[in-house]
């Protein structure tokens, strides 16, 4: 099943706050959050367990309700260099990974 | 410590032709997944192999294409017959069983 990624697109100016949702219509086991950037590959951002983790990396966080069947991706204080395409990917144990559609995110000066 | 290395990063293909895809993992890692990937679209999901065997390859046409992770050497990824609607960029990305997948650079594949 592919996770359902909200919003689509996101414009933001330097130093603003954004939110990028991913759900999911099974129960989550676990949940990778890459980004990528135009014409490169997907960078690894950070993987959460099913548990309600929370985790970080510099000024962007990720929060996992397994309850909601849902992970939502946290960046504050947006700087030019978040800028890209950020995908959640759904993984069931040893089964295989699969992404979102993606959501695209303009920081703008 | 090398990340996964896919070669070639461009290829060009002419319709009906044949073309290969390779993907090395990162040291110890014992799974690949490969994905396709169109402009300004997501990953979509091909094929996921362990050392020697498919574990699900749900995401495959299932003519043309096929892939393998042999046991010494690199996975391939192989179309047949290569048509234009082939063209796109292919991922991979290895990992250990769970946990976090790493992608190669992509390859690039052109046909003309």
């Known amino acids: 099943q592919q996770p359902v990624q909200s919003p689509q697109a996101v414009i933001l100016r330097e130093g603003e706050d954004a939110v990028i949702n991913c759900s999911s219509s099974?129960?989550?086991?676990?949940v990778h959050w890459y980004r990528q950037k135009h014409g490169e590959a997907p960078v690894f951002l950070m993987i959460?367990?099913?548990?309600?983790e929370q985790k970080g990396h510099e000024k962007i966080s990720a929060s996992f309700n397994e309850k909601k069947q849902q992970s939502s991706l946290y960046l504050t204080a947006s700087q030019l260099s978040y800028s890209g395409t950020y995908f959640c990917?759904?993984?069931?144990?040893?089964?295989?990974?699969?992404f979102g559609q993606g959501t695209r995110l303009t920081i703008n000066p | 410590n090398a990340g996964v290395m896919q070669n070639p990063r461009h290829l060009v293909r002419r319709r009906g032709q044949e073309a290969r895809l390779r993907c090395s993992p990162m040291k110890g890692h014992s799974h690949v997944y490969w994905y396709r990937q169109l402009p300004e679209e997501g990953l979509k999901f091909m094929v996921y192999?362990?050392?020697?065997?498919?574990?699900?390859e749900s995401g495959m046409p299932k003519e043309r294409f096929s892939a393998e992770f042999p046991k010494e050497g690199p996975s391939i990824l192989r179309i047949q017959q290569v048509v234009r609607g082939d063209s796109a960029a292919y991922f991979c990305?290895?990992?250990?069983?769970?946990?976090?997948?790493?992608f190669g650079q992509g390859t690039r594949l052109t046909v003309v």
């Open positions: 959460l367990l099913k548990g309600g």
């Open positions: 990917g759904l993984k069931e144990g040893a089964q295989k990974l699969v």
């Open positions: 192999l362990q050392k020697e065997n498919i574990i699900d």
């Open positions: 099974k129960a989550l086991y676990s």
């Open positions: 990305a290895s990992s250990f069983q769970t946990g976090e997948a790493f």
